[in-house]
């Protein structure tokens, strides 16, 4: 039982840190690294708990990441179409010094 306590409480923990995004996506930037990885960063209209090191107040995701793709698409088609979106963050800037991952992305109606 304390087992499960420490895990739900190691999870609470995590979440309350990660920042958190949502509205219309303002601009994004797609960028290469030399050494072939890339990156596609996104900034939206309000960004709430973000960690000190995401001082751009932007989220980024690798092409590391095995949903890079298909992240990058459904956010590029939201930026065009000026959806909203709601970006949680990872609790890092792993991918870049300055912009928090992003862990997970939800658009429309599907709660996250």
């Known amino acids: 039982m304390e087992k499960i306590i ?3 409480l190691l999870f609470c923990s995590v979440s309350l840190w990660a920042g958190e995004g949502h509205g219309k996506i303002n601009g994004v930037i797609p960028y290469a690294k030399s050494g072939g990885e890339k990156l596609f960063f996104v900034s939206v209209e309000d960004t709430q708990g973000s960690l000190s090191c995401n001082t751009t107040r932007r989220f980024v995701i690798s092409s590391t990441n095995h949903v890079f793709d298909t992240t ?3 956010l590029l088609a ?3 179409s000026g959806t909203h979106v709601r970006i949680i963050g990872a609790d890092s800037c ?3 010094s300055n912009s ?3 862990r ?3 658009f429309g109606d599907v709660p996250c």
Do not use: K, R, T
Request: charged letters at 10%; proline letters at 0%.
């Open 6 to 8: 420490g895990v739900l």
């Open 72 to 74: 990058v698409s459904a």
């Open 78 to 80: 939201a930026y065009h």
């Open 94 to 96: 792993n991918a870049w």
């Open 100 to 102: 928090e991952d992003i």
């Open 104 to 106: 997970y992305v939800c």
